[in-house]
């Protein structure tokens, strides 16, 4: 519930929204269920900019698959190493941080009841043999940090402020190869997408993001996926575009046209919530990183990852460092993509066993 307060401010206040109880994702094992495949690319011949946002299930919150263990491992050696630097809560935002840790407390032993256990004062993971009280004053880590372990994902706390403005003032950023939680703490909505240097935001998606956060509801989450390319292969941080504790990173530093086995798919899988009790949007983020060449042999592809490419804008290709990898890579798709044609792939059939973001 919210109740206007000023000209610009629309308080929150609590709502008694209850998230749908999570129904257990039958058969899923911690080491041999797969992840999900996305291939959130398009056809050209032009490249939209939008947010898109679709609708998510309730049971589907959060993509748990037999990558955990190397995630989880990841997670815990970046939290020892850098701390602050990657988990971090602002002190108005910790009632929302807190709340988020509850929400998982909850949800993940409903849809992952092989692996996680509710208990009394929080949950137990019975694969890592980790259990985390929750009722502990004060907690014994940050609460983003203690998330984070939990999933797969990285995830955000999105605070908004008297002035009427979204604020990052929680995260546990750790997977995220090209930005760091330590250049957009406490930065606004549209100063962390401008700082970034995100084509066209001002004039394709800065209102509608706007209007989006502000009329967002608890029962209403959201989904969107977006890719890269990477030319390393490092998960967390990807050294082709600086040292991560470099004043400044960019694509300037990268090697051109590396060989192909040094060129990585880098997907993302967003969810956006609000909190029900403090109001708050939450993203998690959700990593999905593969050798190019270990998906250039599903059908479509190649074919289609390099019209995508292909279609990006000037200011697009600047963003996701084209002209480091272009020439290699894309000549590597279209001969992928002519050997699958020569083999009968039907180009015209696609529609019929496939549809986005897959």
Known sequence: M??????????????????????PYSGWDVHSTKPIPYRPFRYGPKYYITLGLRSMKWDEWIELDNHYLKYHADKARRIEERGSKCCHTAPEAMDAAIELLEELCTYLPERYPSMFTKTATGITNKVTNETFNMTQRPLPEDPMATAARLVQDDLALMVERPDGEYYLLAGAIL???????????????????????????????????????????PEEPVLRNNYFIQVDDNLAWSHS???????????????????????????????????????????????????????????????????AIRSWGDDVGRYKGKEKYQDVLLEFLDEKHRVQVEGGLDVDKEDEVRSYPL
């Open 2 to 23: 919210r109740k206007t307060h000023y000209c610009c401010y629309i308080e929150w206040t609590p709502s008694d929204f209850k998230r749908p109880t999570a129904a």
């Open 175 to 217: 997977l995220a190869g090209f930005w760091r939680l330590s250049d957009k703490f406490g930065m606004r909505l549209s100063e962390i997408h401008t700082a970034g240097d995100v084509p066209q935001f001002k004039s394709k998606l800065e209102k509608g993001m706007m209007n989006f956060f502000r009329r967002l509801r």
């Open 241 to 307: 575009i600086g040292s991560e504790d470099a004043e400044t990173v960019s694509w300037n530093t990268a090697e051109k046209n590396r060989a192909i086995e040094n060129h990585f798919f880098r997907s993302e899988r967003q969810s956006l919530r609000r909190l029900p009790r403090s109001g708050a949007v939450v993203f998690t983020i959700r990593t999905y990183f593969e050798p190019i060449t270990a998906i250039v042999g599903e059908p479509y592809v190649p074919g289609r990852l390099a019209d």
